[in-house]
C-alpha cells in the first residue's frame, strides 16, 4: 500500500493526453492499488493516473461509502450517454472547490477489467458522473472548464446550496 501524491490544478501533466495500455505487469498492478489507496485515503470516489502523475489511461472508480465496489478502467472508451443531470462536481486535482456541471445521466462504457479482459460497464446518476469525469482526466480535461457559472469553495457552496 502507498499513497501517492494527487497533483493539482496548474501541475502541466493533468492536461496531457495518457498512453493507451498494452499490457498488465506488476508495476501496473501496484500503480492500481496505489490508486486506490489514495483515492480512499482522500475521500474520493475516482482517480485517474495522470492525477497521481503518470500518463497511462487507467482510472479507478468507487463510489460506495463502503468501499465496496472497486471499478477499474483500462483504455476506457465512452459508447453512449443518455439523458441529462446537473449538479455539483469537485475533483481530488481541485482541492477545497466545488462548481455546477451539466453531464449526462447515464453512460455506457467499454474497457479493459485488472486481468486486460473486456469489459462493458453502465451507470447512472453519480455512477455516470464519476465515469466520464475519470475518462476525461486521460484525454488532459479538468471538469473546471466545464463548470456552469464559477468555481465555489466547498464552504461557501454549502452555505449557499
Known amino acids: 500500500m502507498a499513497i501517492r501524491n494527487i497533483r493539482v490544478m496548474g501541475d502541466e501533466i493533468l492536461t496531457k493526453k495518457c498512453k493507451t495500455v498494452k499490457e498488465m505487469t506488476e508495476k501496473n498492478r501496484e500503480l492500481i492499488q496505489d490508486m486506490f489507496d489514495t483515492m480512499y485515503e482522500a475521500d474520493g470516489v475516482g482517480l485517474a493516473a495522470p ?8 482510472a479507478v472508480v468507487d463510489i460506495t461509502e463502503d468501499k465496496s465496489c472497486p471499478v477499474v478502467l483500462i483504455n476506457p472508451e465512452i459508447l453512449s450517454t443518455e439523458g441529462e443531470q446537473r449538479g455539483s462536481e469537485g475533483c ?17 462504457v467499454k474497457a479493459l477489467d485488472i ?14 458522473r464519476a465515469l466520464i469525469h475519470e475518462i476525461e482526466h486521460l484525454d488532459g480535461q479538468l471538469y473546471v472548464d466545464k463548470i456552469e457559472g464559477r468555481l465555489y469553495d466547498v464552504d461557501e457552496f454549502q452555505e449557499e446550496d
Open 92 to 108: 481530488l486535482s481541485v482541492p477545497d472547490k466545488v462548481g455546477i456541471v451539466t453531464r449526462p445521466n447515464k453512460v455506457k
Open 51 to 58: 492525477q497521481v502523475g503518470i500518463l497511462k489511461r487507467i
Open 115 to 128: 486481468d486486460m479482459n473486456p469489459v462493458e460497464i453502465e451507470g447512472e446518476e453519480l455512477f455516470a
